[in-house]
C-alpha cells in the first residue's frame, strides 16, 4: 500500500485531535477545545483530498453544521462538531489498516523477484517504481502537526 505508515499515523494525529477535542469540551478548557476543532479540520481535508465526492459531502455537512451552531452558539463549532463525527468514522480505517497489514506484506512478499531472476530483469531496463512520498503530503503533515497550534493561538 502506497505509504502506509504515513496514512497510519495521520489517522493516529487526527484521533489525538479528536481526544484533545472532546477533553476540551468537556473541561471547558478553549486552548484544547480549538487545537483540537483546528486539528480535525484539517486532518479531513488531508483524508478526503482527491475524493470530490467525499469533499462535497463534508462541506454540506459543515454548512449545516454551521447553520445549527450560528443559533446555539458561534458557528464555527460546528464545523468541529462536523470534523469530530468525520473523525470519529476513520476509526473503522485505522481498524482496517492494521488488520491488512499482514495481507499486505504478503502481498508484497509474494511480488519479490527471485535472486537468479534479478539479472534478467535488470538486462530488461525496467526499474521498480519505489514508494515516493511526495511534498505535497509532506507539507500536509507538517501543517497536521503544527497549524492546529499557529490558528488557536491566533483565536485566543
Known sequence: MKNYYLILIENFIGIGYLILFLLGFFTDNLNFYHIGGIGMLIFMFIMIKGQPKNLFSFLFMCGIGCVVAYFVSKWWLGIFWVSA??????????????????LLIAQIDEQKIETEDLL???MTGKMADPDKIEIIEILFFIGLIIGPYLLANYLN
Do not use: C
Open 120 to 122: 534478467k530483469y535488470a
Open 85 to 102: 463525527f468525520y473523525t470519529v468514522g476513520q476509526l473503522f480505517g485505522i481498524r482496517a489498516l492494521l488488520k491488512n497489514k499482514e
